[in-house]
């Protein structure tokens, strides 16, 4: 079942469930949902933020830790050059300095120019909270 909010022509906001979007569609073309404050059939969605689940099980809570484990190994495993990470990865690349794993800060911008010079790089997101 989906539950849409819906709104009529003349304003009026209200909810109803349907078996599928499907048959709120059928429904609707035939004019059979009808808006109850002022009945008419001219009916439409409305805009409607998701419902997203926050339930926890098992298989969310162990891809949680492994992503919590892959972040500890990047971060075991490479220097922290923090906001330097553009200069740091350009020098490694023209030799100027020894390479090694590295990683850090950069803007979209910076990472963009650094893709674009064909130099390799790979961005890690950050954790997800607990509490997402």
Request: charged content about 35%; hydrophobic content about 35%; aromatic content about 6%.
């Amino acid at each position: 079942m989906i539950r849409y909010s819906l709104i009529c022509d003349a304003g009026h906001s209200f909810e109803s469930w349907f078996r599928d979007s499907a048959g709120f569609e059928q429904q609707a073309t035939e004019g059979r949902i009808s808006c109850p404050f002022c009945d008419s059939t001219k009916v439409a969605r409305d805009v409607m933020a998701p419902n997203v689940a926050k339930q926890r099980d098992g298989a969310a809570r162990e891809l949680r830790a492994k992503l919590r484990d892959l972040h500890d190994t990047v971060v075991a495993h490479t220097e922290d050059v923090g906001d330097r990470f553009p200069e740091e990865a350009r020098a490694m690349e023209d030799g100027e300095t020894e390479r090694r794993a590295i990683r850090g800060r950069a803007t979209f911008e910076e990472a963009k120019a650094l893709l674009e010079e064909g130099i390799e790089i790979l961005p890690i997101p950050g954790l997800p909270s607990d509490g997402n």
